[in-house]
Structures are given as structure tokens and as C-alpha cells.
């Protein structure tokens, strides 16, 4: 991170569907604390609110098409629903890999070997954790040719097949916990971030509901690295 500007961050944020999916009450508790945490960080960040199919894909072809050379890295957040086919714009459904192929190594070269971050707030699918009881026994640059896949991170707020939890009112188990730790492990290499994130939502949640299929679940989010690097927000 040698570059004085860490670079842009990107929040879409639909609650509200014209394919007929529920409203995603709570969500705006989820975006402005990203916001919020992301600016401390020295991003420059922008919200999007409510983005069809179409918009989300212009969204990311006007990023690739930015000049990232002296920034550090990309950030970009996704509150919606989800299925394990993809992620819900309030249109249709959108693939993660339609959004991110504009910003691989081979369509956008000023983000080429820096890191590419996805944070993704949307079920994976229906099933849900019931949980189980267990003890806790825990303690110079060269020029080279590199995956297009390269240097891209997913977090994602829940592992495939599996629904993602939000409260109405505090905003997403995920997101909740994210916005608590990285502030304050800031110093951190992103992973070591990312597991104490993991064991937050996994150890500190668990749902409260009237209906008995969804009361008393457990979730843990899921990270998917192809990072290069280890990373850090501050030195």
C-alpha cells in the first residue's frame, strides 16, 4: 500500500425489487456503516442505490474504465438477495462474474496485480446452520506475467447453498461484524482480519424468530482469496 490514495469504494444497495422480492428492510443500517468505515480508511466512497441489471454492469464497465494507477486497490460491497446462481439487481438476476470481468487483468491494466475486494451480503441459497455444541480449543517491483484471475478477494456472508441472516433494525450479521473489526484491526493482514470477522458471526449470532425453521440458526461467512499479496489498510 506505497500509494497515498487507497483508492475507490463501491456500495450497491437494493431494498427494493420490481422482479417481486421482498423489501430488504435494515439494509441502509448496512451501507451507511460500510460507507462510514471505509471513508475512515481513506477510500473515496460511493453508494448506489437500488441498480437494475443494466446499471450494475455500467457501474463496474465506468470503473473500469478510471484511471487506477496511483490508488492502491478496489473495494466494492453488494447488499441484495442472492441464490447460488448469483446476486439479485432489482430487475434479475446478475452472475459476480459478469460484474467482476471488467475489472480483470486483462480489460482494466491500472488495476493489474492490485488488490480487487468483493464484500457480498446476499443468500446463497435456502438452507440454514441449526449449529452444533463444541469446545473452543482455539489460540523492488519486476515486470511479470499474471492470472487475470489474480488478486481478487470474495467474502462472501454466507458459504454456498445457505441463507444470509439481517436484522431489520442493526442491518446483517455480516456486514455488522466487518464494520466492528476492521476499524479496529485496521493493522492487520486482511486475512487475520477476515478470520476474527468469521469467528464474530460464527461465536456472537444467532437467530431469534417465531417460526421454528429459522430460530436459534447459527452462519459463518466464507472468504475466497486469489490475493498475491498480503494486504494491508494501514501501516
Not at 198 to 204: E, G, L, P, S, T
Amino acid at each position: 500500500m506505497d500509494y497515498n490514495n487507497m483508492g475507490r469504494c463501491v456500495i450497491i444497495n437494493n431494498e427494493i425489487f420490481t422482479s417481486g422480492d421482498t423489501k430488504r428492510c435494515g439494509t441502509d443500517v448496512d451501507a451507511g456503516a460500510l460507507k462510514e468505515t471505509f471513508e475512515k480508511l481513506g477510500y473515496k466512497v460511493s453508494v448506489h442505490k437500488d441498480l437494475t441489471r443494466k446499471q450494475m454492469r455500467r457501474l463496474m464497465q465506468d470503473v473500469a474504465e478510471e484511471d487506477h494507477s496511483k490508488k492502491s486497490s478496489f473495494v466494492c460491497a453488494i447488499l441484495s438477495h442472492g441464490t447460488e446462481e448469483g446476486i439479485m439487481a432489482t430487475d434479475k438476476l446478475i452472475t459476480l462474474e459478469e460484474l467482476t470481468s471488467y475489472i480483470k487483468g486483462d480489460e482494466c491494466r491500472s488495476l493489474c496485480g492490485k488488490p480487487k475486494l468483493f464484500f457480498l451480503q446476499a443468500c446463497r441459497g435456502t438452507d440454514v446452520d441449526v449449529g452444533v455444541d463444541a469446545v473452543d480449543a482455539a489460540p523492488p517491483p519486476t515486470k511479470k506475467m499474471i492470472p487475470i484471475e489474480a488478486d481478487f478477494l470474495y467474502a462472501y456472508a454466507t458459504p454456498p447453498g445457505y441463507y444470509a441472516w439481517r436484522n431489520e433494525c442493526n442491518g446483517s450479521w455480516f456486514i455488522q461484524s466487518l464494520c466492528d473489526i476492521l476499524p479496529r484491526h485496521k493493522h492487520r493482514e486482511l486475512m487475520q482480519i477476515m478470520t476474527r470477522v468469521n469467528r464474530k458471526v460464527a461465536y456472537d449470532f444467532q437467530s431469534c424468530s417465531s417460526k421454528m425453521a429459522y430460530d436459534a440458526k447459527k452462519v459463518v461467512p466464507c472468504i475466497t482469496s486469489m490475493l498475491t499479496k498480503d494486504f494491508y489498510f494501514a501501516k
